[in-house]
């Protein structure tokens, strides 16, 4: 079951891997062979896990890519459910 109100994966990130491991930004980025800025973006909720960042992820702290990537998409998810009621489409009806 989806969580309603999941965090983003920033702070998933910020709270599992690089605190407990004692990583500044700087030197996580530098063990996920990113610039500081992109981790930073991720870090701080400004942007999400890219199929690549997921493989820099898993290599660098463990587990899986797709694991990774569904923390991402269960986010995106929720985010976008909160809005659905307004999000206006025409039904397709085939002729």
């Not at 030197?27 to 610039?35: I, N, P």
């Not at 909160?82 to 397709?92: L, M, T």
Request: proline residues 7%; hydrophobic residues 40%; charged residues 25%.
């Amino acid at each position: 079951m989806p969580m309603k109100d999941p965090p983003h994966p920033g702070e998933v990130i910020r709270e599992l891997c690089i605190e407990p491991a004692g990583l500044t930004v700087t030197a996580a980025a530098e063990v996920l062979g990113v610039s500081r800025k992109a981790l930073s973006e991720l870090l701080n909720g400004h942007s999400g896990i890219s199929p690549e960042m997921a493989v820099r992820l898993s290599k660098a702290f463990g587990g899986s890519i797709e694991s990774w990537l569904t923390q991402q998409m269960q986010y995106d998810l929720a985010k976008v459910s909160r809005r659905a009621a307004g999000i206006e489409v025409k039904r397709y009806e085939p002729v």
